[in-house]
């Protein structure tokens, strides 16, 4: 695409006051395109930015988005393009494609507001897509954004997994030591690697903003579910253990150390990185 | 302590074809010991080894440490060490308790045996202690061992955390993405650096031997307890998720990041620099 199409293009904003908002509107303005933006305090209100923009990007928090989208359906510019930004997609999608006469893709970048956008992924996945689609594909390649094609459906159960079971694994462990009454400090001058790689681990999302991490667990299926299946694997596990029966914990481990078997070469030279990281 | 005192000491590591037996084993030759070994296919037996020897090392999987301390109690020499270097200490200590006219202390090296022992924690649970305790103290120390202190409960409750709910919780995540089938290295190729440190986490220790993560699991009486907590606390968690209840799922997050405060900061720096060393 050349600067002349784009400046043609009017960007619209939803949030666009917020870092994850407004490093997308700063990288488009930067790229030569007309960008407004609406949030909480502006003058322009949402309702105005949807029907004037060729490009309507939502950049709003989870819990904020289905009313948002459903406050801005009405108004949405025909033969406009309609997308956002959040970490879930089959809610947003589905709300999004009552908008008719227009284009919808759900999008989501795989990276926080601190680190550009420079060769990060972003997962898009197509639902409704025409000449704005590939108008705004083009501008995100310009931007250095690396694009991932994936259903709505898969995108939510790979991000069960890799946002929603990894931090549930995290917040269960931390929420045990913390009702344990553990010494962290103590239990650092002690610990071995493995413990204090998990134990950062855990700090790091605990450091993190409550809200975000309660929209990823509860407003993806998949990472409802997920939640359950490592409820009963952990209560599996610890039945095995209370009755002193290694013969099915074992069991228990093989199979998973079979079906790791394609990683474990990686896993000991990514660890041995991390621990001589860690102990410098 | 001088070599002429170590040349009159007679060692006897009981496993020392083990690794972590032949590591001690080599150590202690090279400082000028005496070192007589017994493991499954010598010429001197346990028994033998017991009642010849000035320290007495037991170095054997857990699950042989019972059997071995009984078969030796009524063979060891008066006025020797009696010690081991099993990753639990109660059951252990109170076994080698029943040894009468000996020394008795508990130990565990709180390291592999592939690292060397220079600067390594060593942690030591005193029981019956004399002149050969401190000779024994004394060459550890020679080897740039560093020693713990610690009761053989404290120890105990430590281990129950740092080894065995780091390792519960690695195995319940490893297990779970194995019940679901979750396609791996698709899971790499769209990752968040939080994940991937996980699944490598966990990769590395599906990959050790299963009968010690076992033993670590089920020999140790706290570790048995806290499995029992993680369970609770990932089905408060989970069923607040499933309930769709924010506002409990946020109240437990925010417990916890204010019982994590105390290393949030240190967890973002390491947790980053963990970062930057997969991603080389």
Excluded: W
Excluded at 226 to 246: G, M, P, R, T, W
Aim: charged fraction near 30%.
């Amino acid at each position: 695409m050349d600067t002349k199409s784009n400046e043609k293009l009017i960007i619209g904003v939803i949030g666009g006051k917020g870092a994850m908002g407004k490093l997308f509107a700063d990288a488009f303005t930067d790229l030569g395109c007309k960008v407004i933006i609406s949030d909480i305090d502006t003058e322009i209100t949402n309702k105005e930015l949807a029907s004037n923009s060729d490009i309507i990007i939502i950049s709003v928090p989870i819990r904020k988005t289905r009313e948002v989208i459903r406050e801005i359906v009405p108004f949405v510019k025909k033969g406009s393009l309609l997308t956002d930004l959040t970490s879930v997609k089959e809610m947003p999608v589905e709300e999004m494609t009552k908008a008719k006469d227009c284009e919808v893709v759900g999008g989501h970048p795989l990276f926080g507001p601190s680190v550009g956008l420079k060769n990060q992924n972003f997962i898009i996945c197509k639902e409704r897509t025409g000449e704005i689609y590939k108008e705004y594909i083009s501008l995100l390649e310009r931007l250095g954004i690396k694009i991932i094609y994936m259903s709505v459906a898969e995108h939510d159960m790979q991000m069960g997994v890799i946002q929603g079971l990894t931090h549930f694994s995290n917040i269960t462990l931390g929420n045990t030591l913390q009702n344990i009454g553990y010494d962290i400090e103590k239990g650092e001058s002690i610990s071995s690697p493995v413990y204090l790689m998990r134990l950062y681990g855990v700090g790091r999302i605990l450091d993190q903003d409550p809200e975000l991490y309660s929209d990823i667990q509860i407003e993806n299926k998949y990472a409802r579910e997920l939640a359950k299946k490592y409820v009963e694997s952990s209560k599996q596990i610890c039945d095995a253990v209370n009755a002193k029966d290694k013969e099915s914990f074992e069991k228990i481990f093989n199979k998973s150390k079979d079906y790791f078997k394609k990683i474990n070469k990686k896993s000991m030279k990514k660890t041995d990185d991390m621990i001589k990281a860690i102990n410098n």
